[in-house]
T-cell receptor, first 113, second 116 residues
C-alpha cells in the first residue's frame, strides 16, 4: 500500500458526460501528479500540483482540468467525454522535501461508452 | 525532450532463469532513473531507483545500474519466480528547476511472464 488513495476504482459513463476523479496523497506529501495509461499512448503525464499551485502541464486536453485543495487532495475533472478517454488514470504524490520518488495510487479505470 | 526506450516484449522465461530488460534514455541534465512494476489489476509500485551516475539500485533481487556513458539503466535479476510476472516500466524524472522534481517520463513497458 503506497498510502495514496484514489476514488472511485471504476467509473462507467457515456460520451459527452463529465466525471470527477479524486486523489488523496500520502500524508505530508505536497506534490500531486496525474497520469493517464492507455493501450495506444502508454503512460502519459497530465498535470502536476504543488501545495495548491499548478506546477507543470503535460499532454492534458483542454476538456480536462484539475485542482489541488488546501487539504492537499486533488481532483481531476474530465468533461465532454469521448470514447478515446477510456483509460486508467493514476495519481501519484512525492514527499515534502521535494524528493523525486513518486508513489502511485491504485488508479481509476474510466470506461466511456 | 526526454524519452525512455525499453526493449520490446513480451518476455517469457522459465522459473529460475536470468532476466534482463533493457532501458535506454535521452535526457538533458542529470535525471534520476526508476524501475516501476505493475502487477495485474494494480497500480505502479516503485521497484528501485538510482539518482546519479554509477549508482546501483536494488530491491527484491532486482538490480539496475545508472550508466551515464551508455545512457542506460538495464534491469536484471539472477533467478526469476512465477510471482515476478508483471509489467515493468523504466522511467526518468524531469528536474523542474532547482531541487524540485517534475513529471516522470516512462518507457512503453515490458510484459514479463514467468512459467513454472
Amino acid at each position: 500500500d503506497s498510502g495514496v488513495t484514489q476514488t472511485p476504482k471504476h467509473l462507467i459513463t457515456a460520451t459527452g458526460q463529465r466525471v470527477t476523479l479524486r486523489c488523496s496523497p500520502r500524508s505530508g506529501d505536497l506534490s500531486v501528479y496525474w497520469y493517464q495509461q492507455s493501450l495506444d499512448q502508454g503512460l502519459q503525464f497530465l498535470i502536476q500540483y504543488y501545495n495548491g499551485e499548478e506546477r507543470a502541464k503535460g499532454n492534458i486536453l483542454e476538456r480536462f482540468s484539475a485542482q489541488q485543495f488546501p487539504d492537499l487532495h486533488s481532483e481531476l475533472n474530465l468533461s465532454s467525454l469521448e470514447l478515446g478517454d477510456s483509460a486508467l488514470y493514476f495519481c501519484a504524490s512525492s514527499d515534502r522535501t521535494g524528493g523525486d520518488t513518486q508513489y502511485f495510487g491504485p488508479g481509476t479505470r474510466l470506461t466511456v461508452l | 525532450g526526454n524519452s525512455v526506450t525499453q526493449m520490446e516484449g513480451p518476455v517469457t522465461l522459465s522459473e529460475e532463469a536470468f532476466l534482463t530488460i533493457n532501458c535506454t534514455y535521452t535526457a538533458t541534465g542529470y535525471p534520476s532513473l526508476f524501475w516501476y512494476v505493475q502487477y495485474p489489476g494494480e497500480g505502479l509500485q516503485l521497484l528501485l531507483k538510482a539518482t546519479k551516475a554509477d549508482d546501483k539500485g536494488s530491491n527484491k533481487g532486482f538490480e539496475a545500474t545508472y550508466r551515464k556513458e551508455t545512457t542506460s539503466f538495464h534491469l536484471e535479476k539472477g533467478s526469476v519466480q512465477v510471482s515476478d510476472s508483471a509489467v515493468y516500466f523504466c522511467a526518468l524524472s524531469d528536474r523542474a528547476g532547482g531541487t524540485s522534481y517534475g513529471k516522470l517520463t516512462f518507457g512503453q513497458g515490458t510484459i514479463l511472464t514467468v512459467h513454472p
